[in-house]
């Protein structure tokens, strides 16, 4: 394996990791504050499809985002109602959303294109190109900095680089701030905070509708980003990884970035070699695509540490009178 | 239950016309009518009997998985004749219906249903495979080309070992990265993953790449025309999603399969009906999108090569015979 080849398979993964950054990122502030959110995948599906639907019509690729953040917004809306308003079952409500997410896309997408539940396919400005660093042609000559600048940093689209600054901007919002530490609080001891006189409601809203941003700009990475365009059930069960990746990460906001980016590089590597060897054993692709879900298993067995979820993540909060 | 009352009318109104006329019918498969592939091809062939014979004909668009036996039913109830369904997913209810409309013919395409009134159209991939892997070897520069399957089941391998043994007769050396999506269903429909898996073949130094992937492909595609080198298209003529970029497209005459069984009529042949290169059911697209790539050479190498295909001075292997391809 040549130095290239390590560097092309470390590319494939940062793009890889960028959807599940965001969508990780989003389970992490709605968790934290207490709200379980099996529906990223749904919210990222209805992103991906919106943001595509918009970009074609509108020819441009901004217009298409916002429209992804406001439909992943909206069904975090949902979500916020059924599981902080009237107090229902935060899982049940999460699938009901992936259901729906499923669901309507196929059938707005057939009504509004009729190209079988897709967009129609988006090129030029309705969909994101590679940004090239400054000096990236110039540096390749330079042995290993050189191929490393301007194949791995450089030519990535905007959002990958916005999924690595998002990382310290959700560590420092929630781990620095006032509001991050009230956020953390409601999903550890909800009553606390309310006798401190901070409005629990409130608090987890602003936490779920953080979330729908993130999970906004994953959907909408996918389908403008990293492929252009959307298909049914393109989201292909990236939601699911990203909240395993949450919780291999401990629900911190840096272990998220490096569980990641690891579950990235597993998908990289399955992609670039069908099967592997190593001594003597040849390990199928099907082995590395498990692999994200068995390392979460067994973190969550205790053997590497201890995964402890938020205290009061999946209740309902009652205010006493 | 307002619908439902109005979809019993109508299918109680069609019964009375059925007996007089016997109406031929078609059920279109989940990926929905207009799905510029499958099932939009097995519309066409359908609309084009409508066309040339003046006739009329029912059709219905499944919505479920559960609807499927229910559709035969009314279809076969109201006298229908024959009945037409496009997917594999069929078999299953088609075997049970079958038996208890005896008089009622039945055409299935893409698998096999053994009944005395029912016709299992197959197409032959491996040998439409074999002709566009000889292309995509005529076409390739660096001699390393690329196969991007779906789901990994036999039908898939079935294409995949079809271009293999085609781009071998072209080039003994040449290299061939296979890679399939994923062995569940979402394999289908992952077009950011299909990207991925081009982007790793064309750093590897592939320059031509045939997907066989449903929506996947549609980012194998893509990713190809991104980066400037040539793509395969499957089952309907691809060519137009990136002209200029999309060498050909594996066709798979599902429409021609439609027309045939609905111009037979009540008197359609049953038994097993195979589509290859011979009956026009396999081929490959040649239009105004892909001029400019292929040449008459290569038009003239693939002729003679099908040819011969068709008369039978070569076989191509089917993966399904025997569940294993003899070249990679």
């Known amino acids: ?321 | 239950m307002k619908l439902k009352m109005l979809l019993t009318s109508t299918f109680f109104s069609l019964g009375l016309i059925g007996s007089a006329f016997a109406e031929p019918a078609i059920i279109y498969d989940l990926g929905g009518k207009f799905d510029k592939s499958f099932n939009e091809s097995a519309f066409t062939g359908a609309e084009k009997w409508k066309k040339e014979n003046g006739g009329t004909y029912r059709e219905f668009e499944l919505q479920s998985d559960a609807q499927r036996e229910q559709a035969l039913r009314r279809f076969a109830e109201a006298g229908n004749n024959p009945i037409v369904m496009a997917g594999f997913m069929f078999a299953t209810p088609l075997a049970e219906v079958a038996k208890d409309y005896p008089d009622t013919k039945f055409a299935i395409i893409d698998m096999v249903v053994d009944s005395p009134n029912v016709r299992s159209v197959v197409f032959n991939e491996h040998e439409g495979s074999y002709l566009v892997g000889m292309m995509a070897a005529m076409a390739s520069k660096t001699g390393t080309v690329g196969f991007v399957g779906g789901m990994d089941i036999p039908l898939i391998r079935k294409f995949a070992c079809g271009y293999v043994q085609g781009v071998k007769a072209v080039n003994s050396n040449a290299k061939i990265i296979q890679n399939m999506t994923g062995t569940t269903p979402a394999a289908w429909n992952d077009p950011v993953k299909g990207t991925e898996l081009t982007k790793a073949q064309i750093s590897q130094g592939a320059d031509v790449v045939y997907a066989a992937a449903g929506g996947t492909g549609v980012g194998v595609l893509q990713a190809a025309a991104d980066a400037d080198i040539l793509s395969i298209g499957v089952d309907a003529n691809q060519n137009y999603m990136h002209p200029g970029k999309v060498l050909t497209s594996m066709l798979k005459r599902v429409d021609l399969a439609v027309y045939n069984a609905f111009s037979e009529g009540a008197s359609l042949t049953t038994g097993f009906n195979v589509m290859g290169l011979a009956e026009d059911g396999v081929g490959y697209a040649l239009d105004e999108h892909n001029e400019s790539l292929v040449n008459a050479k290569m038009i003239s190498a693939l002729e003679a090569e099908k040819a011969k295909i068709v008369s039978g001075q070569i076989k191509v292997h089917d993966y399904m015979s025997d569940n294993s391809c003899p070249a990679n």
């Open chain 1, 1 to 321: 394996m040549d130095l290239l080849t390590i560097i092309q398979i470390l590319d494939s993964s940062i793009r890889l990791a960028t959807p599940l950054i965001f969508a990780a990122l989003a389970g992490l502030f709605s968790e934290r504050a207490g709200i379980f959110d099996i529906g990223l995948e749904g919210k990222m599906l209805v992103s991906a499809f919106l943001a595509a639907a918009v970009a074609s019509t509108s020819g441009s690729v901004w217009v298409g985002l916002l429209a992804g953040v406001f439909a992943s917004l909206l069904f975090s809306g949902i979500h916020g109602v059924a599981s902080i308003t009237f107090r229902g079952n935060q899982l049940i409500s999460g699938v009901a959303i992936n259901f729906l997410a499923a669901g309507m896309t196929v059938l707005v997408a057939q009504s509004w294109f009729a190209q079988g539940g897709r967009t129609p396919s988006l090129s030029g400005a309705s969909r994101f190109d590679p940004i090239i660093l400054p000096f990236a042609n110039e540096l390749t000559r330079i042995p290993l900095i050189g191929p490393i600048y301007s194949e791995l940093i450089s030519g990535h689209t905007i959002l990958v680089y916005i999924a690595i600054l998002a990382v310290p901007s959700a560590w420092w919002l929630l781990f620095k701030t006032t509001f991050g530490l009230r956020l953390r609080a409601v999903g550890e001891n909800p009553e606390a905070l309310d006798t401190a006189g901070v409005s629990v409601i409130k608090t987890r809203y602003v936490a779920i509708l953080i979330c729908g941003i993130l999970c906004g700009l994953s959907g909408a990475y996918l389908s403008t980003g990293l492929s252009a365009g959307f298909v049914k059930d393109m989201s292909a069960g990236r939601g699911y990884i990203a909240l395993a990746a949450l919780i291999f990460a401990k629900w911190r906001p840096w272990y998220i970035l490096t569980a990641c980016i690891l579950f990235g590089l597993l998908e990289a590597i399955s992609n670039r070699y069908q099967n592997i060897e190593i001594l003597e054993i040849t390990l199928p692709v099907q082995f590395m695509q498990t692999l994200p879900y068995l390392l979460t298993v067994i973190i969550l067995a205790g053997f590497i540490g201890k995964a402890v979820p938020p205290k009061a993540g999946g209740q309902p909060y009652t205010k006493e009178r």
